[in-house]
C-alpha cells in the first residue's frame, strides 16, 4: 500500500479504491487543466466556467459580452479588474473590453454653471443640487440600443460606488443615420438614455 495517492490512515477499503482508479489518473492529460485556466487558451464552451471560478458575473459585463473575443477579454486580467472595481479608469477599461470603444466620464454631471467654461450641447446638466456632488454620465462614441443601455446601466450600478449615481448615457457624437441600418421600432432612442 506505499504506492497509493491517499494517506496512509485510510481504510483498505478506500486504499483498494485509490488503486483501481490509479491508471485513469495517472492517463489525465493534465495540460488540458492547466490551459481551460488561461482566457485565451481555454475552449469556447468553457468560457463561462471559467468566467464563473474567477468570480465574474453580470456586474463585471458578462450579460453583455456578446462575442467570444469580449468574454475572453473581460476574463483577462480579472485580479486587478476586481483590485480596481469602480474606479474611473476601470469602467473605460470595461467599455473597451465589452467592444464599446472609448468613452468619456462626466464627473460632477449635474453641477455645472452657465459661465461660459462647458458647451451646452447636451452633455451636461445645469443647475443641480448642493447633494448632487457624486452625479457622473457616460458620453459613448457609438450607438447602442436601448435594451443594451439598461444592462449598461446595470453594471454601473454594481461596479461603482454607492454614493455614485449614474445620470444619462450619451452618444449623441455618433448620432443614428436615416440610412436603413437601423429599424426605427421603439428599440433604439436618439442620443441618450
Known amino acids: 500500500m ?3 495517492l491517499i494517506p496512509s490512515n485510510n481504510s483498505p477499503l478506500q486504499h483498494t479504491l485509490s488503486q483501481l482508479s490509479s491508471q485513469q489518473i495517472a492517463q489525465i492529460d493534465w495540460r488540458v487543466i492547466t ?3 488561461s482566457s485565451l487558451h481555454c475552449s469556447a464552451e468553457f468560457l463561462p466556467f ?3 471560478e474567477n468570480s465574474i458575473s453580470d456586474a463585471e459585463g458578462w ?5 467570444e473575443t469580449a468574454q475572453r477579454q473581460i476574463i483577462q486580467n480579472y485580479i486587478a479588474k476586481h483590485q480596481h472595481k469602480g474606479t474611473p479608469a476601470m469602467i473605460r477599461q ?4 465589452l467592444q464599446l470603444g472609448e468613452i468619456e466620464i462626466i464627473e460632477r454631471a449635474s453641477e455645472q454653471q452657465y459661465n461660459g467654461n462647458i458647451s451646452f450641447n447636451g452633455k451636461h446638466y445645469f443647475g ?3 447633494g448632487d456632488w457624486a452625479t457622473y454620465g457616460v458620453v459613448l462614441s457609438r450607438v447602442i440600443s436601448i435594451e443594451q443601455g439598461e444592462q449598461i446601466k446595470q453594471i454601473l450600478a454594481e461596479i461603482a460606488p454607492l454614493r455614485c449615481r449614474l445620470l444619462y448615457l450619451d452618444f449623441r457624437s455618433n448620432p443614428i443615420l436615416w440610412n436603413g ?3 426605427f421600432d421603439g428599440s433604439y432612442s436618439f442620443g441618450s438614455i
Open 181 to 183: 441600418e437601423i429599424a
Open 128 to 130: 443641480g443640487n448642493d
Open 2 to 4: 506505499t504506492d497509493s
Open 63 to 67: 450579460i453583455f459580452a456578446e462575442s
Open 35 to 37: 490551459q481551460n485556466h
Open 94 to 97: 470595461l467599455f473597451r473590453d
Open 50 to 52: 471559467l468566467a464563473w
